[in-house]
């Protein structure tokens, strides 16, 4: 079943699902984060004020349109915004998902390892 609902998604489909997937999981934590610092900076302005909503949500998107747009063309520029695998239309939405998370979890785990190794001196873990 799954075989022939992913069969069907259009182009149109998948673009649409991966702006959505770059926006959601990559472009909105980033503008979130960088609002949130400035009110725990003390920017008094940002208080209680709907402006700060509506321009996360449209830096975002004016963010991820320009990663999905520029990041095919130029991938080196733009290797840490645009993920390839939220626009293979074999894939359903959960496994694009899964996919970006998978890389992340095999980076954090060497970092532990890492860092293990250099807290106890010896460099063995």
């Known amino acids: 079943m799954a075989a022939i609902a992913n069969a069907r998604k259009s182009r149109l489909h998948n673009a649409l699902e991966g702006l959505a997937l770059t926006a959601t999981l990559q472009s909105f934590p980033t503008f979130a984060t960088a609002a949130f610092?400035?009110?725990?900076?003390?920017?008094?302005?940002?208080?209680?004020?709907?402006?700060?909503?509506?321009?996360?949500?449209f830096a975002s998107?004016?963010?991820?349109?320009?990663?999905?747009?520029?990041?095919?063309?130029?991938?080196?520029?733009?290797?840490?915004?645009?993920?390839?695998k939220f626009f293979e239309a074999h894939l359903s939405l959960s496994d694009k998902i899964?996919?970006?998370?998978?890389?992340?979890?095999?980076l954090a785990a060497t970092g532990?390892?890492?860092?293990?190794a250099v807290g106890n001196g010896r460099g063995d873990g």
């Open 37 to 57: 610092l400035l009110k725990l900076c003390g920017d008094h302005d940002l208080v209680g004020d709907p402006g700060v909503a509506i321009f996360v949500a």
């Open 112 to 116: 532990d390892d890492r860092a293990a």
């Open 98 to 106: 899964t996919a970006w998370r998978t890389p992340a979890r095999r």
């Open 61 to 84: 998107l004016a963010h991820a349109t320009l990663a999905v747009i520029l990041g095919p063309s130029f991938p080196q520029l733009f290797k840490t915004v645009y993920e390839p």
